[in-house]
């Protein structure tokens, strides 16, 4: 991770990250007004029971991050999944959109991570202007001990996760070869397998 990150442009639009919302594995939704939102937020619709995400009407929740709280986002999922090799950054893929995005969306599984999220960028917005500080932050949020910040770390580290590797990006750095036609399959090789556990051995996971 660069000592002076750049500015976060976003990069995916929303058809896009919604999309990938339902591949990390959210909600759909009943369609209906849910309450649970923060002060002076107002409550927005879900898609409903039969989205079309074919050709999708204007998405009917506003994202919610601030532009300092996505760049917060972006420096956190570089940190935990960085430009290695051929591999590109979180960021390069749109990875923190999808953060805004997950966090945003009014349905059970979101609304209960809306705090945790942005709770827990608050301490590194606090220091990201300084780059020691900012990297200090960094090296110990993993061995973070209090509660709220490992339940914070994870979470957060689960969608970074889970949103990169369902592209076609992260398909190939851990050398997924999927809708192939093949007469068998041998299943994946052994060059596959040590790329998921260096990179699980990475994660600490």
């Known amino acids: 991770m660069s000592d002076d990150p750049k500015p976060y442009v976003p990069k ?32 927005a ?6 989205p079309n995400l074919v050709k999708p009407a204007k998405a009917p929740w506003p994202r919610l991050l601030s532009k300092t ?6 420096i956190l999922c570089d940190f935990i999944l960085p ?7 979180a960021t390069a893929l749109g990875v923190p959109d999808f953060i805004d995005e997950w966090v945003s969306a009014p349905y ?6 809306r705090p945790i999220i942005r709770d827990g960028l608050k301490p590194l917005i606090e220091v990201m202007s300084d780059a020691g500080q900012r990297t200090a932050w960094l090296a110990a949020l993993p061995k973070a001990t209090d509660e709220a910040t490992k339940a914070f770390f994870r979470r957060f580290r689960y969608l970074v996760v889970g ?9 190939r750095d851990i050398g997924y070869i999927g809708n192939e036609s093949r007469a068998a399959d041998p ?15 990475k994660l600490g996971l």
């Open 12 to 43: 995916i639009d929303r058809r896009t990250a919604i999309a990938w919302i339902g591949a990390v594995g959210a909600a759909t939704g009943a369609g209906v007004v849910v309450s649970g939102c923060a002060p002076g937020e107002k409550p």
């Open 45 to 50: 619709k879900g898609y409903g029971t039969d």
């Open 69 to 74: 709280e996505l760049q917060a986002a972006a």
């Open 83 to 89: 430009a290695s090799g051929t591999a590109p950054a």
């Open 108 to 113: 059970p599984d979101q609304l209960k991570d």
């Open 163 to 171: 949103a990169y590797y369902t592209t076609q990006e992260g398909f």
């Open 187 to 201: 299943g994946p090789s052994a060059e596959a397998k040590a790329a998921v556990e260096q990179a699980l051995v």
